[in-house]
């Protein structure tokens, strides 16, 4: 296990320390030994990102619940044109490199702002399309 990063909030600015999951899900099976940066306002600022297993270093940017819920749409929409397009999991994500002009550092959704979800949903939508009656996701 590495040590805790610094992390500030970009929403309040206050600092951000690593908790037990357990903090916001409660204790259940999901959320055992798993660890959370989560804003030190929380409950009023409800900002969190979850922390690797092993390294305990976070798995993205802090994020609200608007921006935590685009993070969701945006994996189900990779998953989607995975599935339809039957593609391996690490090719989906060349192809979003791609698509977005990103390096494989930064195509994680994890790190991605409302606006770059909103261009993933997107991208995946369309290029699924042809194969499917598909609906919009956002």
């Known amino acids: 296990m590495t040590?805790?990063?610094?992390?500030?909030?970009?929403?309040?600015?206050?600092?951000?320390?690593?908790?037990?999951?357990?903090?916001?899900?409660?204790?259940?099976?999901?959320?055992?030994?798993k660890y959370i940066y989560l804003c030190d306002?929380?409950?009023a600022c409800d900002a969190y990102v979850s922390a690797h297993?092993?390294?305990?270093?976070?798995?993205?940017?802090?994020?609200?619940g608007d921006l935590r819920h685009k993070r969701i749409l945006a994996h189900r929409a990779l998953e989607h044109l995975q599935q339809s397009r039957h593609m391996?999991?690490?090719?989906v994500y060349i192809w979003l490199q791609a698509k977005l002009g990103l390096n494989d550092q930064q195509a994680h959704i994890g790190m991605f702002s409302d606006g770059m979800c909103d261009e993933v949903i997107r991208l995946c939508y369309k290029a699924a399309a042809p194969l499917g009656n598909l609906h919009s996701a956002a």
């Open 88 to 91: 391996e999991k690490w090719e």
């Open 53 to 64: 297993d092993r390294t305990h270093r976070p798995m993205g940017t802090l994020a609200n």
């Open 41 to 43: 306002r929380w409950p």
């Open 3 to 33: 040590k805790q990063k610094h992390i500030q909030c970009p929403y309040c600015h206050a600092n951000a320390s690593l908790r037990p999951a357990s903090t916001v899900y409660g204790c259940n099976r999901r959320s055992q030994g």
